[in-house]
Nanobody, 125 residues
Framework: QVQLVESGGGLVQAGGSLRLSCAAS????????MAWFRQTPGKEREFVAA????????YYADSVKGRFTISRDNAKNTVSLQMNSLKPEDTAVYYC??????????????????WGQGTQVTVSS
């Protein structure tokens, strides 16, 4: 069993920055592919960014490319999402996800086995 706990959400003005963190349990964290998704009410969970187990490959949704950066620290069992130049449309609950079940997709939420509880990010205009 793997537990994922997000932190770092909050309220920020448009153009500002936030850094989300996800702490993972489990001694084999360094073997997990990890990702961030987000969701707004009434909409499907949306892919934001992903990172492979070693951290040398990253993937981003077009909507966040150039503004968000995903990174990981395997020594600390954490994955982070640095969010810059935030826009009101980035407002959502952000979820950390881990371990790809099938290895076929980085952006399909059905691919990931474990999820955190989510952290709210609100960007005011």
């Amino acid at each position: 069993q793997v537990q994922l706990v997000e932190s770092g959400g909050g309220l920020v003005q448009a153009g500002g920055s936030l850094r989300l963190s996800c702490a993972a349990s489990g001694r084999t964290f360094s073997m997990y592919d990890m990702a961030w998704f987000r969701q707004t009410p009434g909409k499907e969970r949306e892919f934001v960014a992903a990172i492979n187990w070693s951290g040398d490959r990253t993937y981003y949704a077009d909507s966040v490319k150039g503004r968000f950066t995903i990174s990981r620290d395997n020594a600390k069992n954490t994955v982070s999402l640095q969010m810059n130049s935030l826009k009101p449309e980035d407002t959502a609950v952000y979820y950390c996800a881990g371990i790809r079940k099938y290895g076929r997709s980085w952006s399909d939420f059905g691919e990931y086995r474990y999820w955190g509880q989510g952290t709210q990010v609100t960007v005011s205009s």
